[in-house]
């Protein structure tokens, strides 16, 4: 019996290790899913924060081209609308988030919603400029869709481009006057030899 073979006394061994207690193999078994969670909550996290930088990107390009004087209002309104609907997919998972994500997300919505309503106003303002240049003793129709003060601006906007364009056409007549009286002075100094 004391002859045994090495591969006899190898597996021996490893027949006589006992498993683990069922109490700790439960408590391994709860890591490992508390583990899963956690790596999928920090993923769902991360994903939210990419959309987030995306959004807000978005949101800070369409800011510098509305500050632009030849900006096209209504593809920013366009883009801006998308750039709100982004917003609206991550705050959607706020439950899920971290709270300096949610709070970042709050804000620059709030940002976005405030730019989207101003983008609007300025489209129904340019508007209700166009419609009134066309026929200036009908109110426009887009001006029946704002409040009180909108249209109170709107109006004093709309007076404001009048004055305006009258100063502009009688300093432009001044600066035709002034250029006859010194064509006809410098023609008179003209000698004709």
């Known amino acids: ?3 045994r073979t090495r591969s006899e006394q190898t597996s021996t061994p490893a027949q006589t290790r ?7 193999r439960i408590i391994i078994g709860v890591l490992a899913v508390l583990s899963l969670a956690v790596a999928v909550l920090a993923g769902i996290n991360i994903a939210a924060q990419r959309q987030y930088d995306a959004a807000t990107q ?11 004087d030849d900006a096209d ?7 801006q ?9 991550v705050s959607a998972q706020s439950h899920i988030l971290l709270p300096q994500i949610n709070e970042a997300v709050d804000h620059n919505a709030q940002v976005s919603s405030q730019l989207t309503s101003k983008l609007q106003d300025q489209i129904d303002s340019t508007q209700a400029q ?28 709309l007076k404001s ?9 009688s300093s432009s007549a001044n600066d035709q006057n002034n250029s006859t009286d010194t064509k006809q002075q410098s023609s008179s100094s003209v000698k004709p030899w």
């Open 1 to 3: 019996m004391s002859k």
């Open 18 to 24: 006992k498993r683990a207690p069922l109490a700790v």
């Open 58 to 68: 978005a949101l800070q390009e369409n800011i510098a081209k509305a500050s632009k």
């Open 73 to 79: 209002f209504k593809k920013l309104l366009s883009s």
């Open 81 to 89: 609308r998308s750039v709100n609907e982004q917003f609206a997919k």
């Open 130 to 157: 166009q419609n009134s240049d066309d026929t200036t003793e009908q109110q426009p129709k887009s001006l029946s869709s704002l409040s009180d003060e909108q249209r109170q601006q709107v109006e004093d906007m």
């Open 161 to 169: 481009n009048e004055e305006l364009g009258k100063d502009q056409e």
